[in-house]
Nanobody, 121 residues
Framework: QVQLVESGGGLVQAGGSLRLSCAASGSIFSINTMGWYRQAPGNQRELVAIITSGGITDYEDSVKGRFTVSRDNAKNTVYLQMNSLKPEDTAVYYC???????????????WGQGTQVTVSS
């Protein structure tokens, strides 16, 4: 069983910063991609940032230059540094990993429980 535990959300003023963390635990053989999604009320869940096992990153256009995704493979942890936050960044942020629990197992997506980020104007 794979578990993802997120932390770091909260309330911040526009222009401020937050750092989200997501630690994966359980029976994990390998992790391919790790990333962050967000969902605002009334909106669909959208990809915010993703990082491959080789360190290649990609970002949603509106966060480029403001957010940075990184990972610590030794700790099975992914981070999202969010700077210059805007009210439109307000959402529940979800951690996502694509992982195997055994050598010949299929890659499977796992989700965190979500952490609220609120940016006040």
């Amino acid at each position: 069983q794979v578990q993802l535990v997120e932390s770091g959300g909260g309330l911040v003023q526009a222009g401020g910063s937050l750092r989200l963390s997501c630690a994966a635990s359980g029976s994990i053989f390998s992790i391919n991609t790790m990333g962050w999604y967000r969902q605002a009320p009334g909106n669909q869940r959208e990809l915010v940032a993703i990082i491959t096992s080789g360190g290649i990153t990609d970002y949603e256009d509106s966060v480029k230059g403001r957010f940075t995704v990184s990972r610590d493979n030794a700790k099975n942890t992914v981070y999202l540094q969010m700077n210059s936050l805007k009210p439109e960044d307000t959402a529940v942020y979800y951690c996502n990993i694509n992982a195997q629990v055994a050598r010949y197992d299929l890659l499977t997506f796992y989700w965190g429980q979500g952490t609220q980020v609120t940016v006040s104007s």
